[in-house]
């Protein structure tokens, strides 16, 4: 365990300061060094690649059994990972880890993932960056997911990562037996979202935002089948958005009237 | 002008439903087919892909000169192409419009676009998508960039584009001359974010984030530097985010401890 003393890790997530897989990741990351926490105050799920410029940011001190635990941040987890390396850290960290969301984080749904906002950030500042998430909503028990996260952590922190490209890791829920780590690319099915017209107390029209994930993929190759069949999934997240492919025939188009 | 009466086209943007870009592009958009605008309440700058799922959205229909103009929603910009699509329009939009964006969205800086997001949304759902902005902050002549905005949209609502992609337009500043259409990638130049400790009138601290582009990419076949020199840039869109390259790599580290 040489790691202790020497691996400076940076934690964040998108459930927030308080929630019970950011507890868990610190109590195990605390076995591979020195772990620095910055979490938002209040939950902020499905908030993107989203930050905080036209407010301010406070920060507050948050302490458990006397110790310092961390700082909760009234922003975005992007927010929390900027505010941490630039501005409270005394040095760069190591490695940033994000999670472990309580809620799977794959395929087409990533890009609404706060968990996956707070691991680009820290690849954006040019540092080695795991979104870890429990593919369950309702079981707490993020003992196994732990457990299963340290060696990805370690041989990340070790190995490194191609300069701008993260891992996104899903844990299966923890009920169902566990059967391997699979490297597979993301899926593309979609969120399914459906809109509910509602009325408020007063007789006032609103809407409600919800739906489900479509989770039938037949690719077995990919996160969402892989991480429904018990697999740890590991992908790897570049945002190399340019459509090389589209780009020689959308140069033939005409663009003037 | 055939398209009259026959195309129909989603409008939304970032900068707020009272944005000068937005009723430019309306104004514009108008000669090409039916128009229906939902943009959000509020300004969105820097959202990313955030959408709205904790709280309800509310609705506000807009009229200009007695005339509806549009809908205003208390969400962001994702939240207004969703809700738009699904629960306010009668029929599917044969295209999404997002802008015009009061301010350039290039290089790695549009995971944090609103501007981007809306268009990104459209094409989620399905629906050809283009994103436009101006670039410049200052400058609130928009007559230039629509006229130069009208042949994208046309060709693109004809042509149509594969499905996941979209189309991420800048408009050279109004001052300078403009030089032509440039289809180019994306520059990897990033948001170089600082933090400034300030105190509020009660002696409080807080922290305020800001910063600039990295403008100096070497590289003319990207959008920034395109741009900058005046060309209107239209680069293609896609959110495959799996890093290929690097995953038969990664099948080789270990990942037990």
Known sequence: ?????????????????????????????????EVFVTAPESEQSAVGHAITIADPLRVREVFENGDRFGYAVDGTPADCVKIAVLALMERKPDIVVSGINHGGNYAANIIYSGTVSAATEGTILGIPSVALSMNSFIDHDFSRAVRLALPIIKETAEKGLPDGTLLNVNFPEPSIEHKGVKVCRHSDRKFQVKFEKRHDMRGLQYYWQGGEMDLADPDPQTDIRAVEEGYTTITPIRYDLTDQKFMEKLKSWKFDS
């Open 1 to 33: 365990m040489w790691y202790k003393f020497l691996m400076l890790i940076l934690l964040s997530n998108d459930d927030g300061i308080n929630a019970p897989g950011l507890k868990a990741a610190y109590s195990g990351l605390k076995n591979l060094g």
